[in-house]
Every structure is written in C-alpha cells, then in structure tokens.
C-alpha cells in the first residue's frame, strides 16, 4: 500500500469549474507539500501545510491532521491550469524535505 | 522570483560511462535536495544535503551515487557507473531555512543507453 495516494489520477473539467483533488496518507507528518509539474517536468511547489488551510489566489489547499487528509481546490478552473498535481508528505523525524510523493493527478481544463 | 538552475536539461550516456549532474542553488540557501522521477512514476527522495555533509540519504542513494557542493555555488551529483534502471528526471531542490518554500530546478532528463 502506497503511504501517500491521490485522487482522482485523472480529471478532466471545463473552463470555470471547481476542481478538487484528494491525498490521504498513511504516516504521522510534520508537513504535506502541494506541487505542480507542468508537462515539460519542472515542478513548482504551490503549498506547504501542518494545519488548517491556506489560500493564493485561485488555490485553496486544506488539512485535516486527524483525518490524515488533504485536499486541494481550484475555483474557476483555466486552461492554463492543466498540469499534474502532486502531494507529498513530510514524515515525523524525517530530514527535511525527505518527501514521500504521491502518484499526482493529470488535470485537463478543456476551454 | 529567483531560480535554481540546472544542467544540462538532457544528457545521453552509455551504461557504465559515469555522469555529473549540475546544479546552482538559489545563492543564499543552505539545504540542498536531488530528487529522480523515472519515467511514469513517482518523485522518489535520494539525498539531502547541509553544512557540507549529507544529512539524509535513501536507499537508491547507494556507493554509484555521490553528491558535493565544490564551491559554494554548484551542488553535484556523480553517478559513477550508470545502469540503465538509472534513466530518469533529476530533479535538485533548495530552501533557505527548514519550514521554507522549496524551489525546483528544471530537472535534467538522463538516458542511459
């Protein structure tokens, strides 16, 4: 069983709508990272959470430590948008940033 | 916004042939990451790097593999005999402090042939 799993592996959405994708992990962590790798592979990290949710711009990413739960939300979803999105988690008393990834979800906005 | 570098953005080897790859932190950050993506899989974690030493490695990290930081600007990564199952997307990583943002280069796509 994957330690850090996500869903859906694929999405695809029209231009304006709500989008959310799930991560769920099985470890105690100190911190989840959202990241994104837009198709020519560079990786961007959008969030970094311990608790609660954070906010920029059209991204909401939202934590529930006691549920082990992740969830990443894009309102009023771009073309621009489509990319893989990835979570990966931080491990208790793992070096920093010794990240467990998981598998990301392939999101299409469709203009 | 500032930028890790990396290079090259593609490199083709033989097996057995070593490989260096070449990265430049942001300047003022001090903890330094490579990671790999193999082609349809996941990012895996193969080595953090502070204060000059390797403060955590994973278990792919093993004698082929060496990193180092030889000037206080660039951050390596040796591969001494490559294998095929070495092909794959590179990717450093860096932060200023612990808890901070982490920046990716570009990643470089190795081949082993």
């Known amino acids: 069983k994957n330690e850090v799993e996500q869903s859906p592996q694929n999405l695809t959405a029209q231009e304006g709508e709500f989008i959310t994708i799930n991560c769920s992990y099985s470890?105690?962590?100190?911190?989840l990272h959202w990241l994104q790798q837009h198709p020519g592979g560079g990786i961007v990290s959008l969030f970094m959470l311990s608790s609660g949710k954070k906010k920029h711009g059209r991204l909401i990413a939202t934590i529930n430590i006691q549920e082990k739960h992740s969830s990443l939300h894009i309102t009023a979803s771009h073309p621009r948008d489509s990319a893989v999105y990835i979570c990966a988690a931080h491990p208790y008393g793992g070096a920093t940033n010794k990240l467990i990834f998981g598998t990301g979800t392939l999101l299409a906005v469709q203009p | 916004e500032p930028e890790v570098t990396q290079t090259p953005s593609h490199q083709v080897t033989q097996m057995g042939q070593e490989v260096i790859l070449r990265c430049v932190p942001i300047?003022?950050?001090?903890?330094f990451y490579w990671y790999r993506q193999i082609l349809g899989q996941k990012v895996e974690f193969l080595v953090s790097f502070y204060n000059n030493e390797i403060s955590e490695k994973s278990e792919i990290f093993d004698d082929q593999f060496s990193v180092e930081r030889p000037d206080g600007s660039n951050f390596t990564l040796k591969i001494r005999s490559t294998k095929l199952e070495d092909s794959a997307m590179y990717f450093c990583?860096?932060?200023?402090?612990?808890?901070?943002?982490?920046?990716f280069g570009s990643g470089t796509q190795l081949s082993v042939l």
């Open positions: 470890v105690g962590i100190s911190a």
């Open positions: 990583a860096s932060i200023l402090r612990q808890g901070g943002k982490l920046f």
């Open positions: 300047s003022n950050h001090l903890y």
